[in-house]
């Protein structure tokens, strides 16, 4: 890992007084590339917080462009850039942030024929895509590269937010939780039932904070642990994924 110079010193220097991260912690942020699937609302809460913590990577795929109706939720955008590049904008959005980020566009939609090649090479993948289908096909690829996922959704006033590492022993993935009846339904994307804006911040932070945990080794692990908020009650609550023997994806049978 390269060491800080006398810009990044005084960038990450809320950071590096930290006991829980420290100059090593910010070293690790540096040295790790992060995939986020999607430049969504989820994306807008959770990209420039990991811009910011000096994250060395980011790769943004989505093949979408930015319609009026997104900037409800997606502050990555503004009012004059309607019909332009989401991944390729919020790249831009991320460097002016901080310059020391490499941001890479993808303009692309990810699927099952080009999920792996995507996500290889990365240290974690931040799903905030805005449906069953394509959270499982990405779920899908990052089980079997072994590549740890955050998988984030936003609908309505609920949120869920959920770290999964299904290769290892006794771990759920994605797939366990939800199971294989969504993979060709879009039955949840926001667009019909709504979502709250600021909502969708939160769950998006919410999405950069178990990924910065993760890549410094802040606190408990929390593998396989959905974290469920409520906006109306403005409750959390955390609850446990088992781990599906039979799941087609991590299971025993699945090897
Ligand atoms: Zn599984």
Not at 110 to 121: F, K, T, V
């Amino acid at each position: 890992m390269s060491h800080l110079n006398d810009d990044e010193l005084e960038r990450y220097a809320r950071h590096i007084v930290l006991p829980q991260v420290g100059g090593l912690g910010q070293r690790r942020l540096k040295a790790a590339s992060i995939l986020v699937v999607g430049a969504g609302g989820v994306a807008s809460g959770a990209l420039p917080a990991l811009a910011g913590a000096g994250i060395g990577r980011l790769t943004i795929v989505d093949d979408d462009t930015v319609g009026r109706s997104n900037l409800q939720r997606q502050w990555l955008f503004r009012d004059d850039q309607l019909g332009q590049s989401k991944a390729r904008l919020a790249a831009i959005f991320l460097e002016g942030i901080n310059p020391a980020v490499n941001a890479s566009p993808i303009v692309a939609r990810i699927d099952a024929s080009n999920a792996e090649d995507l996500l290889a090479g990365h240290d974690l993948v931040l799903d905030g895509s805005d449906n069953f289908a394509t959270r499982l096909i990405v779920s899908d690829a990052a089980t079997a590269l072994k590549i740890p996922l955050i998988s984030a959704a936003a609908a309505q006033l609920q949120g869920q937010i959920g770290l999964f590492r299904g290769w290892e022993d006794g771990q759920p993935c994605y797939r366990c939780f939800v199971g294989d009846a969504f993979d060709a339904d879009d039955c949840d994307t926001c667009a019909e039932l709504g979502v709250l804006g600021a909502l969708t911040g939160t769950v998006g932070n919410f999405a950069a904070l178990l990924a910065i945990r993760a890549i410094v080794g802040i606190g408990p692990d929390g593998g396989g642990t959905l974290h469920l908020f409520d906006g109306l009650t403005l409750t959390w609550r955390q609850i446990r994924i088992a781990a599906d023997p039979a799941c087609k994806a991590c299971g025993a049978t699945s090897s």
